[in-house]
């Protein structure tokens, strides 16, 4: 049985092949699909076949995806360019007669406010109607996703956002990569909504940051608009900045929240703490 990932020198589809070959694939049987070949010297060394394969180039996926039986389609980050991209993706998988196609998506795409979501949702019809059997993984917010923030929190003893009391359930990228490798390997379809055990609000990440770092931090909440203001002075693009504030918004509303524990049932422990992922982010 050959699995490929696409994206698999990302932060994310790194970790997958290396979830995969941990839980027992043979390395020559995993396919990482790449953008830059140049740059998947450590992907050959764990012994992986390496094949390139770009969203924005429809030709070179078919190749890629030759002989490929169970597919793991990681979602662009061109925001906005995504449903043209994962229909390249989708087509490909189609004429390579793949068999199993699973995706990683959004919290319950299918009724979110949050921004990213339309994407992911118009994404899973597509794949619906494609006819390949598929498997939805919908991760919540990770963690990581905070870790650029870290720094400017600690020298300006300030957490900022729009979030409030709002919970956030994320998990470490690590957490939903072995999620992944695990429905690959059992190849079980199905929607899985992916979220870490222990939700936490905004000013618990800042209290998980001070105890980290050594350093006073302390969470201070914004009107959307003012965060958005101060994203965009801090050099942040505006689009971007604008959809971070709206997520915060949509985080205090209660939409990145869930307590179902999928996640750590799925890959049988329970989600890294919030307190390690944090120590883990500022070491790194």
């Given at each position: 049985m050959t699995i490929a990932v696409t994206g698999a020198t990302g932060q994310l589809g790194r970790l997958v092949v290396e979830a995969l070959i941990?839980?027992?694939?043979?390395?020559?049987?995993?396919?990482a699909v790449v953008r830059d070949t140049a740059k998947a010297g450590g992907l050959l060394a764990l012994g992986v076949q390496v094949r390139e394969g770009d969203y924005d180039r429809p030709e070179s996926l078919a190749a890629a995806f030759d002989g490929v039986d169970r597919l793991l389609l990681i979602s662009g980050n061109a925001v906005g360019q995504r449903i043209p991209q994962h229909t390249a993706v989708i087509n490909a998988a189609v004429q390579a007669g793949v068999g199993f196609l699973a995706y990683t998506s959004?919290?319950?795409?299918?009724?979110?406010?949050?921004?990213?979501?339309?994407?992911?949702?118009?994404?899973?019809?597509?794949?619906?109607?494609?006819?390949?059997?598929?498997?939805?993984?919908?991760?919540?917010?990770?963690i990581e996703n905070y870790a650029g923030s870290f720094g400017p929190a600690i020298a300006q003893g300030a957490l900022y956002g729009s979030?409030?009391?709002?919970?956030?359930?994320?998990a470490t990228r690590a957490d939903f990569a072995e999620a992944a490798a695990v429905v690959l390997l059992s190849g079980e379809a199905g929607v899985y909504e992916l979220a870490g055990d222990e939700p936490?609000?905004?000013?618990?990440?800042?209290?998980?940051?001070?105890?980290?770092?050594?350093?006073?931090?302390?969470?201070?909440?914004?009107?959307?608009?003012q965060y958005q203001a101060a994203l965009v002075g801090a050099g942040v693009p505006e689009q971007f900045a604008a959809l971070l504030a709206d997520t915060d918004v949509k985080i205090r509303d209660g939409h990145l929240d869930d307590d179902t524990?999928?996640?750590?049932?799925?890959?049988?422990?329970?989600?890294?703490?919030?307190?390690?992922?944090?120590?883990?982010?500022?070491?790194?």
């Open positions: 941990t839980r027992g694939a043979t390395p020559g049987e995993i396919v959004i919290l319950r795409a299918d009724t979110s406010p949050v921004g990213l979501a339309p994407e992911h949702l118009a994404t899973e019809e597509l794949i619906k109607s494609s006819g390949i059997r598929y498997a939805f993984l919908r991760n919540g917010w990770y979030a409030g009391d709002g919970r956030i359930a994320a936490f609000t905004l000013a618990g990440l800042a209290a998980a940051v001070a105890e980290a770092s050594g350093a006073p931090v302390a969470y201070t909440d914004l009107p959307a608009e524990k999928t996640l750590s049932r799925l890959i049988g422990r329970p989600t890294t703490p919030l307190a390690d992922a944090v120590a883990a982010a500022l070491k790194g």
